[in-house]
Structure formats: structure tokens, C-alpha cells
């Protein structure tokens, strides 16, 4: 696993074009897990006076990446890289308690904020497609 610069709670993420990512994104605030959710489907029958369910597909989540725009980051460019070619990405979140969440999806969008008083911010988002491992 790469070691090196971190974000502020101590949480590593890496990207590549290769399941497992291997360049580390630097200059990132924070990262979130959506985690997964459940469609539920509705099977009421019109006799019935409570709703019933089951489940339908799993939603496997997204990734919420936040940090400051750094243009010589290798991490960074792949991430933007993905987006503008609508590639597959693959992702290795790694936790300050150990845990892991590996797998891969496509960076669903790209921000930037520009202000004169603070440094460029930057923001992504990977919609997780598959199953990822969460351990």
C-alpha cells in the first residue's frame, strides 16, 4: 500500500486504469462512502391493508471526493482523465481503522470552484458499478 501524503483523517485513496488502483490523489479533504441501499419493489395486493416489499436490485453506492485542485497530481488527472473518456475506473479507499473499500465505477461528475481568497477546490464523484469489497 503507498504511503505518503494523507488526508486529514488519515484515509488513503488510490486510482488506476487497473483493478487495484495504484496512484495515490493527493490534496483531497475528505472522501464518503455512500454505502449500498436496497430498491425495494412493492407488491401490495388490493385486499391487503399493509404494504408489502421485496427486494429489487442493490444500489452499490458512490464515492464523494473533495479537495484542493492540484494539476501536477497524477491521481487528480486520471480522475478527470476518466470522466472526459467515460472510462472505467478502478478505486482503493483505505481507512485509518485498516478497513477497505476496492472496486471500480465511472466518475459520474467533475466541479471546480475558483475563488480569489482560497485555493482552487475541486470535487468528484464515482458512481460504484459492481459489487465493491468492503472489509
Do not use: C, R
Not at 18 to 29: E, K
Not at 104 to 110: K, T
Amino acid at each position: 500500500m503507498t504511503t505518503g501524503p494523507q488526508l486529514a483523517n488519515g484515509a488513503i485513496l488510490l486510482v488506476g486504469a487497473t483493478t487495484p488502483g495504484a496512484t495515490q490523489v493527493n490534496g483531497l479533504t475528505s472522501v464518503s462512502f455512500s454505502g449500498y441501499k436496497n430498491n425495494l419493489m412493492e407488491i401490495t395486493s388490493i385486499t391487503e391493508t399493509t404494504k408489502k416489499f421485496l427486494p429489487g436490485l442493490a444500489d452499490p453506492g458512490s464515492l464523494s471526493i473533495d479537495g484542493y485542485g492540484m494539476t501536477e497530481d497524477a491521481g487528480q488527472s486520471l480522475l478527470t482523465t476518466h470522466a472526459l473518456n467515460k472510462a472505467l475506473i478502478y478505486f482503493t479507499l483505505t481507512n485509518t481503522d485498516a478497513s477497505t473499500v476496492v472496486g471500480s465505477g465511472y466518475v459520474e461528475s467533475v466541479e471546480y470552484d475558483e475563488k480569489s481568497d482560497s485555493p482552487h477546490a475541486a470535487k468528484w464523484s464515482i458512481k460504484i458499478t459492481g459489487v465493491p469489497t468492503v472489509t
